[in-house]
Every structure is written in structure tokens, then in C-alpha cells.
């Protein structure tokens, strides 16, 4: 109720001052002003065992400056992220865009963060003892051909603070990111990961599961080649996915036809269909985490439906705030 109230004032502010307002609120414990009543629903996925099923996706806290107060929302699992080895301001401003007819948003903030070595300091701090998932993605200035690089910087640096860690292949707002998915390009990135990984994990004592972050935009058929290379090289679980570079039902809206990336809930029906054809391409073999378009309770079951043991959120909670978390623990209880 309290965050329906603020809404329309937020909403009268530009979209990234709204967003860097919100971290600021959560670093000074914005999560007590909304006391939380999330039922228990614990599952346990990828050998980690999560309270409730509903998490935060990465782009919210991009730094890691805010773990404590978003887990204060009744979070099941929280991830942060996009990180990059070297820090970056991202694309130029605007580059953040609400559609509120259609409870949507389209961004192009091009990984704008403070480097991994700020984040693992930062997470450090934290007193959440939860389920931390740790996004890891390229400097834009890294030529694709050389992403791997990247990708193993931050896991070196992020292995001993995450509780899992995402490999972010999807984002459109990185050029040439989105070719990872495929190929020979998908192959040796996952083989080279997955080394790394075992020995990192042989150090530690630990399992630290990787997850790989794909596209909604990719058909059922190449869903099927890249379930096929996720079981081969033995990763821990796929993220069905990220923001869409299509434009449902939203061109018409002023800002429907901006750059970048569309969530929200336009984005339901094309990520709902690559979840299903995700978990098919899988039989099993693998959890897939649902994201994309979650706006009511509903809308969580939905996913848990097709399959997903897990579903996170985002624009959902710029649309509906924090009672969005416990609504869809509710509703995802109803299908369990």
C-alpha cells in the first residue's frame, strides 16, 4: 500500500534518477519501511537451498552496495550484477525508459558499473547470510573474440563471495555479447568456464554453481543446440532470460521504439515460450530460472508451471513494489 502510494511521485522523476534514489533509500534501509510477511517455501536447486523461490534479477544493484536491503524484502535468493572486470559508465544518458501503459520498461545502460573489485569489497560487508548469485559479464571495450578473459577475471574475483554466479551472454546493450549464445563461440566459452570453475571450486572446498543467461529472442531450435551444449559441458543450471530486443504490442507508446532492451509485461508471452522450450530442450537435465515479464503472483506460477523451480524479478517491482515478493510465494505455493 505505502509503495502505491509513492508511486506517482517517483514516476513524475526521471527513470535513473528514480533508480539511483532507490539504492540510495535501500543503503540506508529502505526494506524496514515495508515489513514483510513472505510465507516459507523453501526449495532446494543446483545443491543450494533457498527460503522462497522468488528472487531479484540482476540490474537493480549492479554494485553490490545494496544486498542487505534488498534481502530485508523477503527475497528468496538476490542476485547482483552486471559486473565487468574494468569499471564503465555505460551508454550516454537517457538511456532508461518507462512505458507505463504498458507496465514495461526499455533500458540500454550497457553494463554501467563500478568493476568487480568494488563489488566483491562491497558484498563482503553484507550480513545477509542468504543465497547470493553474482552476474558477470565483458568490458564493451573487450573485443568479443576475447570475452573469455573477461569472463574468467570476474570468476576468479567473485568465486569466493557468490553463492552462484551468472554468465550474462544476453544482454543486447553490449555489442556482439549476444553471439556468445551460439557456436563455436558458445562452445569454448563454456569449456574454458567450466575448467576454471572445477579448479576454483577444489581450492575453496565448495560447489559454486554457474548459471548461463540467455536470450528470450532465441526459437526452439536454437534452444534446443544450446540445452545440448549446457549438459555437455556440465553447467549448473540456464537463466530463460533477459530483456528482448523486439517490440510487442508497445511501438505505438511514447518511447516503444527506443534502443535497447524491453521487460516488462509485453515481454511474458516470448519468455514464457523460450522458458517451455527450454525446459523440453532440457527433459530434466538441468533447472531453469524464469524471468521475464512477472508482474502479479499469477504470472510466478505461470513459470512455475512450465517448469522453473526458481523465477526472478524486476520491472515487476518497479510496477508493483515489494508486495509483489510475497504474492508470488503465495501463488507459486498453490501450484507446488
Known amino acids: 500500500m505505502l509503495y502505491q502510494i509513492a508511486r506517482p511521485l517517483l514516476f513524475s522523476l526521471p527513470e535513473e534518477t528514480v533508480h539511483e534514489l532507490t ?6 534501509g529502505l ?8 510465507p516459507a517455501m523453501p526449495v532446494e536447486v543446483m545443491g543450494l ?3 522462497n523461490p522468488v528472487g531479484l534479477a540482476a540490474g537493480l544493484d549492479k554494485n553490490g552496495d545494496c544486498v542487505d536491503g534488498l534481502a530485508s524484502l523477503g527475497f528468496g535468493f538476490v542476485e547482483v550484477g552486471t559486473v565487468t572486470p574494468r569499471p564503465q559508465p555505460g551508454n550516454p544518458k537517457p ?6 501503459a504498458a507496465s514495461a520498461l526499455i533500458n540500454r545502460m550497457g553494463f554501467n558499473n563500478r568493476g568487480v573489485d568494488y563489488l566483491v569489497k562491497a558484498v563482503a560487508t553484507r550480513r545477509f547470510e542468504g543465497v547470493l548469485g553474482i552476474n558477470i559479464g565483458k568490458n564493451a571495450s573487450t573485443p568479443v573474440e576475447q570475452a ?3 569472463y574468467l577475471y570476474c570468476l576468479d574475483r567473485v568465486h569466493t563471495e557468490a553463492s552462484y554466479v551468472v554468465v550474462n551472454v544476453s544482454s543486447p546493450n553490449t555489442p556482439g555479447l549476444r553471439t556468445l549464445q551460439h557456436g563455436d563461440a558458445l562452445e569454448s566459452l563454456l569449456g574454458t568456464l567450466r575448467e576454471r570453475q572445477t579448479a576454483l571450486d577444489q581450492r575453496a572446498g565448495r560447489r559454486v554453481p554457474l548459471v548461463i543467461k ?6 526452439a531450435e536454437a534452444m534446443g543446440v544450446m540445452a545440448e551444449a549446457l549438459v555437455r559441458h556440465g553447467i549448473d543450471g540456464v537463466t530463460v532470460g533477459n530483456t528482448t530486443i523486439t517490440r510487442p504490442h508497445v511501438e505505438a507508446l511514447p518511447h516503444g521504439t527506443e534502443q535497447g532492451g524491453l521487460s516488462g509485461q509485453p515481454l511474458k508471452p516470448l519468455a514464457d515460450q523460450a522458458l517451455s522450450s527450454m525446459v523440453k530442450a532440457l527433459d530434466g537435465r538441468m533447472p531453469v530460472i524464469g524471468v521475464g515479464g512477472i508482474l502479479t503472483g499469477e504470472d510466478a506460477a505461470d513459470k512455475q508451471r512450465l517448469g522453473a523451480p526458481l523465477v526472478q524479478v524486476y520491472t515487476g517491482l518497479i510496477y508493483r513494489g515489494p508486495a509483489l515478493v510475497a504474492e508470488s510465494v503465495r501463488a507459486m505455493q498453490k501450484v507446488a
Open 23 to 28: 539504492l540510495a533509500m535501500l543503503r540506508k
Open 31 to 38: 526494506g524496514r519501511l515495508y515489513p514483510v510477511s513472505v
Open 49 to 51: 537451498r533457498f527460503p
Open 95 to 100: 538511456r532508461m525508459f518507462r512505458l507505463p
Open 214 to 219: 540467455i536470450a528470450p529472442d532465441n526459437d
Open 148 to 150: 573469455v578473459d573477461d
